[in-house]
């Protein structure tokens, strides 16, 4: 079946380093594929998304394009804040077919100031 | 901002008791979701919901559990008797629908501890 791998974390940074947290994907169809990032004591909210491939889904200074090529949807960040230490996780919907989420494991991130 | 909401934050039970949590999904919204996260894996899909019956469910879906939307605003997941490897956390969410590309909301999730 379909599933998602990401890079096992924590990943610790310094304040303005810059961020890659790798992604992959297994898919049989043609996914849309997101990133929802947790902060503590919150939800999951969606960070970005793509929905096809080449697209780059962009928000709060992250990006990630979508790579059928390599399945891939690494998050990148050019310089990180204090305030972006959060659980952020890689996942994928199929909604063809259905429209539950695939998530990865999460990345747990922390930026030191 | 409309959120998704989840009551309570925190449930601690006896292993064969039953439990019942609820969520209030975004207002608009027509299908609705469980996952769960058992400490250190991953996030699981359990259950979809739309037009007042089950769209899909996973294998962990088993006869112990149940999703019910007793009014117009609540969404309840029950598991009728607890097991321990029942301990997890537990999320729901809301998507409006009518496109292919909507958007899941969840909330904040509820940590259940079976003793």
């Known amino acids: 079946g379909d599933s998602v791998t990401q890079m096992e974390g924590p990943v610790t940074l310094s304040e303005e380093a810059f961020l890659t947290i790798n992604c992959t994907y297994t898919?049989?169809?043609?996914?849309?594929l997101f990133w929802y990032v947790q902060y503590p004591g919150e939800g999951l909210q969606l960070l970005l998304k793509a929905t096809k491939a080449d697209d780059k889904g962009s928000n709060k200074g992250f990006e990630a394009t979508y790579r059928k090529e390599t399945t891939s949807f690494h998050l990148e960040k050019g310089s990180v804040q204090v305030s972006d230490s959060a659980v952020y996780f890689c996942a994928l919907s199929d909604l063809v077919r259905d429209d539950k989420i695939i998530f990865g494991k999460g990345t747990r991130l922390h930026i030191l100031p | 901002e409309p959120e998704v909401t989840q009551t309570p934050s925190h449930q601690v039970t006896q292993m064969g008791q039953e439990v019942i949590l609820r969520c209030v999904p975004i207002?608009?919204?027509?299908?609705f979701y469980w996952y769960r996260q058992i400490l250190g894996q991953k996030v699981e899909f359990l259950v979809s919901f739309y037009n007042n019956e089950i769209s899909e469910k996973s294998e962990i879906f088993d006869d112990q559990f149940s999703v019910e939307r007793p009014d117009g605003s609540n969404f309840t997941l029950k598991i009728r008797s607890t097991k321990l490897e029942d301990s997890a956390m537990y999320f729901c969410?809301?998507?409006?629908?009518?496109?292919?590309?909507?958007?899941?909301?969840f909330g904040p999730g509820t940590r259940l501890t079976v003793l």
């Open positions: 207002s608009n919204h027509l299908y």
């Open positions: 898919a049989t169809g043609y996914p849309s």
């Open positions: 969410a809301s998507r409006a629908g009518g496109g292919s590309t909507d958007t899941q909301y």
